[in-house]
């Protein structure tokens, strides 16, 4: 059973590297839910948090590597939906001044 513990471990990190990658390389996040990946990077450290009280090697390695991916992730998406909040308030506070102006 520890083999097919590995073996999990493995396939779901490996799974999410290429995801990943292109995300942290493009930082192109438009297909991609803040809230989602917020609750993905929670659920990571609860399951590191799992494994660390089990002592579970599986449970921690692959737990580590993809917080390690997750986090910068969630930062960019983060910081992107915040960006392009911002960016929608300011047209619209432009559009309203430009209504007053006519």
């Not at 520890?2 to 292109?22: C, E, M, R």
């Not at 390690?68 to 432009?94: D, G, H, Y």
Request: with cysteine; charged share 15%.
């Amino acid at each position: 059973m520890d083999n097919i513990g590995y073996l999990a471990a493995f396939l779901t990190t490996v799974a999410f590297l290429p995801q990943a990658i292109k995300t942290i390389r493009t930082r192109d996040t438009s297909g991609l839910s803040l809230a989602m990946y917020a609750c993905l990077t929670v659920g990571i450290v609860m399951w590191l948090l799992h494994g660390i009280h089990l002592g579970d090697y599986a449970l921690i390695g692959a737990n580590s590597v993809t917080l390690f991916l997750a986090l910068p992730i969630l930062i960019i998406v983060a910081s992107n939906t915040l960006a392009e909040k911002r960016r929608l308030r300011a047209a619209a506070e432009a559009s309203r001044q430009l209504d007053r102006g006519l």
